[in-house]
């Protein structure tokens, strides 16, 4: 039996790009029984085999439905979330694909789209993983909300914005994430940005120009392999042009 009831075509019309709702079967796995949730709520499951062979499985049944947009898998996470009743969490976004699954409680997630973040913010995000946002008191852009109770998840793309609000109980959430070729190539692409900007240079939104952004995705490469480039370039730089 499947871990994750998810549409194929939700997944390949949607994934990195909108959330969208599934069910999930996690509810009832021993690995989230009370006498596992009671151990992992000191200490998460980063180093537990048990849970890398759960991890996989979703992951497996993610790119089997879609695996034309899942190619170069990478940097699979599986955190347990744990929340009081009537908790409002930050402002935030996560730098992975992500699957938040509901697996005790209910909670409230409120998830935006990528152009509530301005160019700044994303930079920030992906170079500095600053994933707490600031929140101006209005909605920052068309978002929508999913009432999670257990055996409900949503799919969280990479950098879209969110909060949860918890209801009258305890809320347990299992959040399942990683990264894409496509999405590594664009986090690059922001890590760029945000390099040129610290030099006093005003750069092109990300996903302005795709020529542009491949570009931005070779130079920072070239970059992180030649370390020492960086110094030079930052010492020919005026006291003004930095940050």
Known sequence: MSALDISASAVRARLGRAPFLLQHRLTRHPLF?????????????NDDPAYGVLLR????????????????????????LFAPPGALTPYRAETEEGFILQIRGRQTLRVFERTA????????????????????????????S?????????????????WVQTGPDESIAVFIGFRTRASARAAQAHRMNAFLRGLGFDPSPVGESPWLDRLKQLAF???RARPLAAPFVLRTASS????
Not at 33 to 45: G, K, N, S
Not at 57 to 66: I, N, P, Q, T, Y
Not at 155 to 161: E, I, M, R
Not at 240 to 243: I, L, Q, V
């Open 33 to 45: 029984a009370p006498a596992r949730i009671e151990e992992i709520a000191l200490e998460q499951p």
């Open 57 to 80: 499985r979703c992951l497996d049944e993610v790119r089997a439905a879609a695996p034309e947009f899942t190619g170069g898998m990478h940097a699979e996470q599986l955190k347990v």
């Open 117 to 144: 973040l301005s160019a700044e913010e994303l930079e920030r995000l992906h170079a500095r993983g600053q994933r707490e946002l600031v929140w101006r008191g209005v909605q920052p852009a068309p978002g929508r």
């Open 146 to 162: 999913y009432n999670l109770m257990p055996g409900l998840g949503v799919h969280l793309p990479v950098a879209a914005p969110y």
């Open 221 to 223: 490469k070239i970059r």
């Open 240 to 243: 003004g042009d930095r940050r």
